[in-house]
């Protein structure tokens, strides 16, 4: 460990006026005031500077002390004591104790000056103590020290902000500035100054508060002038009129609600009307029934469209005008002709296959700094997508290609996290703290499932040497809290637990060897893995039987199998163990998706080329046997003049 000297940066040789000037310097850079509005490490990391200060003030400006220390190290007090005729210093105050002194077998070579100071030194190192984030410091507070005053009062007066009837109106810039104005009041203001200023900022906010009172009132009489003006507001009768504007307008707290109640009560104005229909009436719900039966015969084409929108029908039936109604229909048309497209394009298969190649490469073009081409299974892809023959096929491909680079991710974002918390827990100020390691120990085992762990095992050994090193007694509690953490992480419960792992968490627990937690936490893993996927296999079994899968459905459980029986080698090695039945479900998905639809045989079509050479072949042959018909004749003619 670092001498005293070494932490403050300084000889043994010096002067106490430099060495006091010194450790002012450094109390003042680490006081907990100062770091007020940071995170809750750097918090802590200031706390423990503080503390650690404080005692190398109580020893090194003591001369008489110093001079032991000097001569005697960390052991300094051992020989203090015994030179002195059995002086005790408290542990917890470091001033001499005068009386009686408490001692703790839990605590050897710890003295006390009193049992307040005992249980506090025993709660601070080594008591889990409850914290809870403070909202006016930005801080955290714990159940020993409490809440400090001025933090109470500012909290206090933070609530009773929020609580006033019409907070919800303040804008987010108004709200953020009365309860910044609180926290700064905390800081700045004097004792004398502090309640009057807290009251003052209570007043500004209470007049903000009755203005939007005063506000909301004109709005609201603006927008009952807006529902009297309405186009059927009659019809509703002098009753309904009094209950909405009296009751449902005056629970409106802003704007948007008003205007919510006005779209409602004009709706209730039109079914009103459409339960006493006109001659106009009379008319629109004609066209209405012609419009419905356009767009069924559209729909009746080949190829045949389901229409997205379940409720088009609805929204016809809602139209309260001939022009309402001419829009709600064409948007209907417009949408069932592009779907049609769509359709049309997905059902050709070259397309289709250009279509996921594009998609493929453009998530590998998103993830290149994490993914490379080089890095997945197969590396062929493009080419296996280009020779399938079905639509099945191809999202069987990209399904595998776009699961190998989500594992690929994961797995990278996993190693990179693991070789940061190995960093983290070699620190100086995490390395000396079994709080602090144990707790990084614990974030790292949560990830022994990924690929990068194995590559880090001595380091995760050697951070428990250090544990076991640092408190014995404690090692094995944290021990036993480890497996029961990660089995709790997997899933595994007396319901899903096989014997194989029960036993050995059981002999790891008695006989903490590491042969005996490694096999435990290996087991848990494997057993684990195989519940999940068994799971996940589950989930899919229960989607294909309640039926009615649609292809995006379909295409999103298969990648979700593939990528998560491929996620890690425990998922692996348990995939391999229901490899017939996830055989069974691919076939299934794949076999559903193509239903009904032809697959693209291989053509039995002499290629082009030679096409084209046979028929320039059959016209040179029947050139040259005209050519010779056409000599032998004249020969005979010759001859016959002749």
């Known amino acids: 460990m670092p001498t005293y000297y070494e932490i403050l940066g300084v000889s043994p040789s010096i002067q106490k006026t430099e060495l006091e000037k010194v450790i002012r310097k450094k109390l003042f850079k680490w006081h907990p005031d100062r770091w007020i509005g940071k995170t809750d490490d750097q918090k802590k990391i ?96 714990n159940e020993n020290t409490g809440t400090p005053p001025r933090c109470e009062s500012v909290l206090n007066v933070m609530s009773q902000l929020k609580d006033l009837k019409n907070w919800q109106l303040f804008t987010s810039e108004e709200k953020e500035y009365y309860l910044q104005k609180s ?29 939007k009172e005063n506000e909301i009132d004109q709005e609201r009489n603006q927008f009952i002038q807006e529902l009297k003006i309405l186009e059927g507001w009659d019809i509703l009768g002098e009753e309904r009129q009094k209950e909405i504007i009296y009751e449902e307008i005056k629970r409106c707290r802003n704007t948007d609600q008003f205007r919510q109640r006005i779209e409602l009560v004009k709706e209730e104005i039109k079914k009103k009307q459409r339960k006493e229909p006109d001659d106009d009436d009379k008319s629109l719900r004609d066209e209405i029934q012609e419009a419905i039966q356009e767009i069924e015969n559209e729909l009746d084409k080949e190829p045949k469209i389901i229409e997205k929108n379940e409720d088009w029908r609805t929204d016809i039936k809602n139209c309260s005008t001939l022009e309402e109604l001419k829009k709600a229909k064409q948007k209907i048309l417009n949408e069932i002709r592009i779907n049609r497209e ?89 390395w000396n703290n079994y709080e602090n390691l144990e707790a990084i120990l614990a974030e790292i085992k949560n990830l022994r499932s990924s690929d990068g762990y194995s590559e880090v095992k001595s380091e995760v050994q050697e951070i428990e040497n250090r544990l076991k090193e640092l408190n014995p007694t404690e090692y094995q509690n944290t021990n036993e809290n480890s497996l029961n953490q990660q089995a709790e992480n997997e899933g595994l419960n007396d319901t899903n637990i096989d014997e194989e792992t029960k036993k050995a968490m059981d002999d790891a627990k008695k006989f903490p060897t590491t042969e005996n937690k490694n096999k435990a936490e290996e087991l848990i893993q494997q ?33 979700k199998l593939i990528a998560t029986a491929n996620q890690n080698e425990y998922m692996k090695m348990a995939a391999q163990k229901l490899k017939d039945r996830i055989e069974a479900l691919k076939s299934k998905l794949k076999g559903n998706e193509i239903e009904g639809e032809p697959t693209q045989e291989p053509s039995s079509r002499l290629p082009g080329g030679a096409v084209a050479l046979i028929v320039v072949s059959a016209v040179g042959i029947i050139a040259i046997i005209g050519a010779l018909l056409l000599r032998k004749k004249r020969l005979k003619r010759r001859k016959w003049r002749n």
């Open 46 to 141: 200031a706390e423990k500077k503080t503390q650690e200060l404080s005692e190398i003030k109580s020893i090194l400006l003591d001369d008489e002390k110093r001079k032991y220390y000097d001569k005697h190290g960390d052991n300094w007090e051992f020989y203090y004591r015994e030179e002195q005729q059995e002086v005790y210093i408290c542990s917890e105050c470091r001033t001499e104790i005068k009386g009686k002194k408490q001692i703790s077998k839990d605590l050897p070579n710890k003295f006390f000056c009193s049992k307040d100071h005992l249980r506090k030194f025993w709660k601070d190192r080594y008591e889990k103590k409850k914290k809870w984030h403070c909202e006016s410091c930005e801080g955290t507070h």
């Open 527 to 559: 057993n684990g893995a195989k519940n999940k996927l068994e799971n996940v296999l589950n989930e899919i079994e229960v989607e294909i039987e309640n039926g009615d899968l649609d292809d995006a459905k379909k295409n999103e459980l298969m990648l």
């Open 183 to 211: 926290r700064d009041i905390r800081v700045c203001s004097s004792d004398d100054d502090f309640d009057n200023d807290l009251k003052k900022i209570l007043e500004k906010a209470g007049a903000l508060n009755e203005k």
């Open 342 to 430: 769509q359709q049309e394009v997905d059902n050709n298969l070259d397309k289709f296959k250009t279509k996921n190649v594009c998609l493929i490469k453009e998530v590998l073009n998103k993830n290149k700094k994490l993914v490379s081409v080089n890095e997945l299974t197969n590396q062929n892809w493009e080419k296996d997508i280009n020779e399938a023959h079905s639509k099945g096929d191809v999202l069987e491909i990209k399904n595998e290609v776009l699961a190998d680079i989500q594992n690929i991710k994961g797995k990278k974002r996993q190693k990179f996290l693991l070789k940061e918390l190995i960093q983290k827990a070699k620190t100086t100020e995490n």
